[in-house]
């Protein structure tokens, strides 16, 4: 009697610490989410797209010589400007008065040729034949003279020089030239703009050497076929310098605007990274649970995002209180319409 009396006391304090665990895990699962909401809807949204590409000559020409000779002089040198026409490089014309007889001597003996034809003292063909011998050793004496006094066939800056007086010419150019007035940059745009892009459209060009400083570009080039690797196609923008503080090699940022799209736009508080892939998420709130939605995100303004694809218009998303939210649970909203943010399109570059 005196172990029941004992036992009955322990049993019922057992009872107790059961039935107040099972109490408190109850109250635990039943407990939802607190959460904070917003109504967000549709906007007409800018579609500025920003590329980064390098800045290039408009134009870069090899001064060369068809034949080996030797270099006699370099008329100009690094960074220096030249005018199209502008002689550059004289080069050993030691042959030319060689070709230059031999080229008199080939004339006389054609012409002596066409006199005997005519008076029928010689042959059609010998007269064919001195006329085709002439016209090579002409060509050849031209190329020899154009080969001996080295012209720039643009307006430009000489960006690199190869050779010294006295050098025989090889396989580099003697000089390079590059016209820097106006510049270009080339950006591989994707296929799905091909529509928007024309000829003349502006462009916004920044370079980090000054800023935020933006230079104007033009269209000036598209090229007509699509990469079928990367679906983008090339497009060149050309950009006046005229005071040539621009350089090639200098890393730049091209802006283009694609007009507008009616899209949703969503605070950035809204957005969920789906842990160990690069996909975005929101959960969209209805009768009281979240679904976990899939999006697809496209420009950022401020604080917001723009949806390129996921929800519709008038839909609700929850800004806060993610952490403890899964797919079709229930949740109490404590605040609607929190963090709504002022209409704002200016898109982060």
């Known amino acids: 009697m005196k172990i029941f009396r004992m036992a009955a006391p322990i049993a ?11 109490t408190k895990q109850q109250e635990t699962v039943e407990e939802k989410p607190r959460v904070k909401v917003m109504q967000v809807f549709k906007e007409n949204v800018p579609q500025i797209a920003t590329y980064t590409a390098t800045i290039e000559a408009n134009k870069t020409n090899n001064i060369s010589s068809s034949t080996a000779n030797r ?25 030319i ?14 012409n002596r040729a066409e006199e005997l034809l005519r008076i029928g003292g010689g042959t059609q063909q ?13 060509r050849a004496y031209n190329n020899a003279l154009e080969n001996t006094r080295l012209v720039s066939p643009i307006n430009g800056v000489v960006s690199a ?23 270009k940059v080339i950006v591989s745009v994707a296929e799905k703009e091909f529509v928007n892009i024309h000829m003349g459209m ?6 980090d050497v000054y800023g935020d400083e933006v230079f104007n570009g033009k269209v000036s080039l598209i090229h007509p076929t699509i990469d079928s690797a990367t679906r983008t196609f090339q497009v060149e923008i050309s950009i006046a310098n005229a005071n040539s ?68 218009d008038d839909a609700t998303v929850i800004v806060s209180g993610q952490t403890r939210l899964a797919n079709g649970i229930e949740v109490d909203v404590i605040d609607e319409n929190a963090d709504a943010a002022p209409a704002d399109t200016t898109a982060t570059k």
């Open 12 to 22: 019922a304090m057992l009872l107790v610490a059961c039935s107040g665990g099972e």
């Open 161 to 183: 020089r190869n050779y010294d007086a006295g050098d025989y010419t090889g396989q580099n150019p003697i000089l390079t030239i590059e016209q820097i007035n106006p510049v």
């Open 126 to 138: 010998a007269v064919d034949q001195l006329r085709t011998e002439y016209n090579a050793a002409l």
């Open 97 to 110: 008065e060689q070709q230059r007889l031999r080229l008199e001597n080939q004339k006389t003996e054609l």
């Open 202 to 207: 502006d462009a916004k060009v920044t370079l």
């Open 245 to 312: 503080r621009i350089r090639p090699g200098m890393f730049a940022r091209v802006e283009m605007n694609y007009g507008s799209a009616n899209h949703v736009v969503v605070p950035d508080r809204a957005i969920v990274k789906q842990t160990g892939s690069g996909d975005k998420y929101v959960y969209l709130y209805k009768d009281g649970k979240v679904e976990f939605v899939k999006v697809q995100l496209g420009q950022r303004f401020g604080t917001r995002y723009e949806l390129i694809d996921g929800l519709t």
């Open 71 to 95: 270099i006699k002089q370099i008329l100009t040198d690094v960074g220096r400007t030249v005018r199209a026409g502008e002689v550059v490089v004289i080069l050993d014309d030691v042959n």
